[in-house]
Every structure is written in C-alpha cells, then in structure tokens.
C-alpha cells in the first residue's frame, strides 16, 4: 500500500482546504477585491503547496525510502530516486 | 480602476487552470495514484501560483506604482508599500 | 545617484555577513561536519540572500520606480521593466 | 564515513563557486554598479545555494538513507529524520 493510500484522509482535507483557498481567490477577483488582498491569496496558495509537499516528501522517505519493512534494495533505490527527482524539480 | 480589474479576465483564467489543477490533484489523491505522479502535480500548483504572483506584481508595479496616470505622490506611495510587503512575505 | 549607492553600507555589511556564512560553510566541509549541518547552512546562505533581495528590491522601487524625485515617466517606466524582470526570474 | 566526506571534492568545488559570486557582488557593490546587475548576482547566488542544497540532499538520501550498507534501522531512521527536518525547514 502506497503512503498516499495510508496517509489518503490528511492529505485530501489538505488538499481540500487548498482548493476552498483557490476558490476564494477566484471570487475575490470577480467581485474585484484591491490587489493587495489578492496577493496575500495568492500567497497562502503557495504557502498551501508547499506546507503538502512537505508532508508527502515525509510520508514517501518514511514509507518508500526509510521503512524497515522495505526488503528489497531495488524498492529502496527506486523509492531515493523518485524523492531525488522532485527535489531537483522543487528546488530549481 | 484597480489593475486587477483590468486583466480580470486574464487572471481568472489563470486562477481557473489552477483551480483544475488542483481538483486534478485532489482526483489522484482518492484514486490512489503513485506519490510520484502526486508530487508532480504539487509542484505544478506551486508553479502557476508563482506564475499568477509574478503577473500580478507586474499590473500592480505597471498601474499602482509606475503610472503617469498617477498623480498624488501618496498614492504611489502606498502602491509601494503594498508591493514592498508581498515581496517580503513570499521570499522570506 | 542610486540607490545601491545611498544603502551601500547597509548592503555591504549583508553581503559581509553571507560571505561569512559561505566561509563557515566551506570550514565545516573541510572538516568533515555532519551533513545536517552543512544542510543548515547551506539554509542559512539562502535566507542571506532572499533578505538581501528584498532590501535590493525595496530600495530599488522607492528610489527608482515610486519616488517623487523621477520627473521622467521614461525613467519610472525603465525602473519598473528592470523590477518586473528580477521578480519573474526570482519567482519562477 | 559521512557522504559529505566522499563527495567532499565536489561539494567544496561548488562553495567555492560560491564565494566567488558572493565576492563578485561585494565588488559589484563596492564599485556602485546598477541594481539591475546586482539583483541579478544576487539571484545567482540564491540558485547556486539551491544547486548545492540538492547535491548535499541527493548524497544524504543515498548514503544515510537508502543505502543498502546500512545494517541498522535506528540509524536509517535517523538519517531519515535529519532529511525531513532540513526539508520541513527550507520549503516552510
């Protein structure tokens, strides 16, 4: 079972408050809201994103990379190397 | 009229892709997708969040701060102020 | 005169001090320091310069994009271009 | 030995890489160049700690984490908490 199965419950009402917080965004823009507010919207999107990430960057090194239930060492390498690839793509 | 309202159009768009974005991410989350494929698409929200900071800045410098159109040195002043703050607060 | 030149001293002692931080960093690599350390370090540069940036970024756009002293719109606008650019690379 | 001892060479290459951009801009400052270019050495020594960040991050997940060496699990859950700690910390 993947770690985004286990952990499925906290990461979709993260995922869920991130899209109230777009939504919300999206209505301040119609009803034409000063743009400082906007910008403040725009970032705690951001901030929501990254706040997620950190927790399935967590969840997968626990479950994918670190787990003593891993036994193969193939499973292991593949499970560093997927971390590694979004890390790179994150930190550009 | 504020610069939001002025490319209102174009930043719901905008907000409207984001927002499929993250309904994609919240789809993968209850189907149970690889945490792979889930990372990549956290850091494609973070992305259009800062592509959407990064066009909203740009309106709010060209018509809150740059503008002939201003004309009273306190409004420019306070399009400063606003722009001084967000960028303080997203690159902490 | 600009404004990197009023706030020089201000700057400089900045620059000084992440110079410093990259030279603590360099000593703990050469003496085979922990990793979390040398991870917190290399945090530690990257907060130097995000705060410099920010000061850089205020003091360009008081003194080249809001101020009442520009009495050219060409001038406000060539200020505001060079803004926009630096934010779209830094926010990518 | 530590993975920041193997890749020691490498690691010490890039700080000094570093320095040389920091020194750069405490020159660039020095000598009142524009702010354009500053913010844009500036930039440049942020995307330098990235670059860093991620190689120490790739060797820590293979060597402290990943390793098919690593014989105890208390000491890969270490390495894996050292990881989430930095992680926590920089994508905050």
Known sequence: ???TVRNKVSLLA???RMRGQVEALE????AEKGCA??????A???GAANGLMTEVIE???RTHVASA?????ATR???ADELIDIVRAYLR
């Open 14 to 16: 993260r995922v869920g």
């Open 77 to 79: 390498t593949r499970g």
């Open 37 to 42: 507010e906007i910008m403040q919207q725009i």
């Open 69 to 73: 239930a891993i036994t193969s060492n």
């Open 27 to 30: 209505r301040a823009l119609q």
């Open 44 to 46: 705690a999107v951001r």
């Open 1 to 3: 079972m993947s770690h």
């Open 59 to 61: 969840e997968h090194v």
